[in-house]
């Protein structure tokens, strides 16, 4: 049989529970028709880059699937008619991904760097306050100039010839 990974995007305001059901939903479809889901990931909620159906958020779920493509053509006909579900896609693969995918090896490293106490998130161990202080000993310098006492003192700007 073939396989696909399939990721859908799910409303933001739709509770975690809710996204369970649709996936358990999809997932009983899948196994009605004959095909197995090898790898189910919840991503969360996450930003998008532009609005969809006046959304700014929404979850993410990973099926990888190994179905016939008609169990994939219910699916994507059962998300066309969900209103929670704004978009999803649908790649044939040659083989799955093994272990956690890119998204989820981006969490579990964006969290070893907070426990480290380095990143973004982490701003009263130095790394953002000391730049902007070092940015305050700049605007002294330049305040401490004295001021130009005449516009004849100014560097003169060239005519543009035509």
Same mark, same amino acid.
């Given at each position: 049989?073939?396989?696909?990974?399939?990721?859908?995007?799910?409303?933001?305001?739709?509770?975690?529970?809710?996204?369970?059901?649709?996936?358990?939903?999809?997932?009983?479809?899948?196994?009605?028709?004959?095909?197995?889901?090898?790898?189910?990931?919840?991503?969360?909620?996450?930003?998008?880059?532009?609005?969809?159906?006046?959304?700014?958020?929404?979850?993410?779920?990973?099926?990888?699937?190994?179905?016939?493509?008609?169990?994939?053509?219910?699916?994507?006909?059962?998300?066309?008619?969900?209103?929670?579900?704004?978009?999803?896609?649908?790649?044939?693969?040659?083989?799955?991904?093994?272990?956690?995918?890119?998204?989820?090896?981006?969490?579990?490293?964006?969290?070893?760097?907070? &426990? %480290? *106490?380095?990143?973004? $998130? @982490? !701003?009263?161990?130095?790394?953002? +306050? /000391?730049?902007?202080? &070092? %940015? *305050?000993?700049?605007? $002294? @310098? !330049?305040?401490?100039?004295?001021? +130009? /006492?005449?516009?004849? &003192?100014?560097?003169?700007?060239?005519?543009?010839?035509?």
């Amino acid at each position: 049989m073939p396989l696909y990974e399939h990721v859908f995007l799910t409303r933001q305001d739709a509770s975690a529970q809710q996204v369970e059901e649709l996936t358990a939903q999809f997932k009983g479809v899948i196994e009605q028709m004959g095909g197995k889901i090898a790898k189910l990931e919840q991503w969360g909620v996450k930003t998008l880059s532009y609005r969809m159906r006046k959304n700014r958020k929404a979850h993410f779920t990973l099926l990888n699937v190994e179905a016939p493509p008609a169990a994939l053509n219910e699916i994507e006909r059962q998300e066309r008619l969900s209103e929670d579900v704004l978009r999803y896609i649908t790649i044939r693969v040659d083989e799955h991904e093994e272990g956690p995918s890119a998204m989820m090896r981006k969490v579990d490293r964006d969290r070893e760097r907070d &426990d %480290r *106490g380095f990143g973004f $998130r @982490d !701003r009263e161990r130095g790394s953002f +306050r /000391d730049r902007d202080r &070092d %940015r *305050g000993e700049h605007r $002294r @310098d !330049r305040d401490s100039r004295p001021p +130009r /006492d005449s516009v004849e &003192d100014a560097p003169a700007i060239a005519p543009i010839e035509e």
